[in-house]
């Protein structure tokens, strides 16, 4: 599909720009763009540097364009330690995640699964039999990192376990089918060596609290010029003649840069004011159009022509609102006062009001 789609776009005149664009940048890079290649993936990391530079760019610099590096990195600083300190916050409440609550849900719907749907391919392959049979495998390989997305009941990571359902394919999480086979066939395997929350805090806060170093070693400087004198002298002055002009030369201009005297680099000043707002990103909206709404009335079928054609022959006036049905009252009314008794005529005239 994707050679068919290749050849369509080198063959349009028209997209002749896109067509060489695409080809440059997303050809060779197929794993890294399609999220069938990413499957474990939850979320883009485009996502989180979204996230950061809305918060960090509304919330620490008010929404007003930086000009000063200074004024950046303190607000970059000060970031860091608020986030630090969000940290700690969780690690001391010990704040669920939703995925570690989709694992306990999931647990729970395993315990009303029967064992005896389970059928043993190998040691480490299961069948779970259901509306479809389920391949439940065992990974050999162990978590590579400290991961706290594990079942407590069942001591198993997710990166231990995986099953063929939709659920644990598009989820990538511990299924209901990957529990019942935890469970019934009581799976060991060696505990991941989480560390203590304690600890945790203590790394947190020795990052926030962290000094800068200011003292400056020379050793490496001294080490990278003796290699350097070591290797000139082996060469031969009439072979490598030219090497040896432009190691010189190197060496006169870094001689030249450390007698050189530090002096400050002045910006240019920028022209905008110093409460300038940033400018907004563009808010993408849909291009399509709506749905014109006829109005046109429909054509009126046999029964509504016949009823409509017996209406018309009838002398009666059929009333459309409550007004027309009131003014014909009010007709009739004044026929039977001009022939009514004068008994009949009060009685008329006492209820002509409450009609």
Do not use: W
């Amino acid at each position: 599909m994707y050679e068919k789609f290749k050849s369509n776009l080198q063959e349009d005149t028209d997209i002749e720009k896109f067509s060489k664009y695409f080809l440059d940048k997303y050809e060779n890079r197929e794993k890294e763009i399609a999220m069938c290649f990413r499957s474990g993936s939850k979320i883009r990391t485009n996502n989180h540097l979204e996230s950061f530079h809305r918060d960090f760019k509304y919330n620490y610099l008010s929404g007003k364009v930086n000009k000063r590096l200074d004024h950046c990195l303190y607000k970059l600083l000060e970031y860091v330690k608020d986030k630090g300190c969000k940290r700690i916050i969780k690690l001391e409440r010990g704040k669920m995640s939703s995925q570690k609550k989709s694992i306990e849900l999931r647990h729970k719907k395993s315990l009303n699964l029967e064992a005896s749907i389970i059928y043993k391919e190998s040691e480490n392959s299961f069948i779970v039999k259901g509306k479809f049979d389920y391949n439940v495998e065992i990974l050999e390989t162990k978590c590579p990192v400290n991961c706290h997305l594990k079942c407590n009941e069942c001591s198993v990571c997710i990166h231990e376990i995986k099953c063929s359902c939709m659920d644990s394919v598009l989820n990538g999480l511990i299924c209901k089918h990957a529990h019942l086979v935890c469970r019934t066939e009581k799976v060991k395997k060696q505990p991941t060596s989480i560390p203590d929350v304690s600890e945790e805090i203590a790394n947190v806060r020795k990052t926030l609290c962290k000094p800068r170093s200011t003292e400056t070693s020379i050793t490496d400087t001294e080490k990278l010029l003796e290699e350097i004198k070591n290797q000139i002298s082996n060469l031969d002055p009439d072979k490598y003649q030219l090497k040896i002009l432009e190691v010189n030369r190197m060496l006169r201009n870094v001689c030249n840069f450390i007698t050189l005297e530090d002096s400050e680099t002045v910006l240019p000043s920028p022209k905008s004011g110093n409460n300038l707002k940033i400018v907004r990103q563009c808010a993408f909206f849909s291009t399509r159009k709506e749905r014109k709404i006829s109005h046109r009335l429909a054509k009126p079928l046999l029964e509504d022509r016949i009823n409509i054609r017996k209406a018309l022959i009838d002398d009666e006036t059929l009333p459309e609102s409550d007004h027309q049905a009131y003014c014909l009252k009010s007709e009739n009314i004044e026929d039977e006062e001009r022939t009514a008794t004068p008994a009949k005529k009060r009685k008329i005239m006492k209820h002509k009001y409450f009609i």
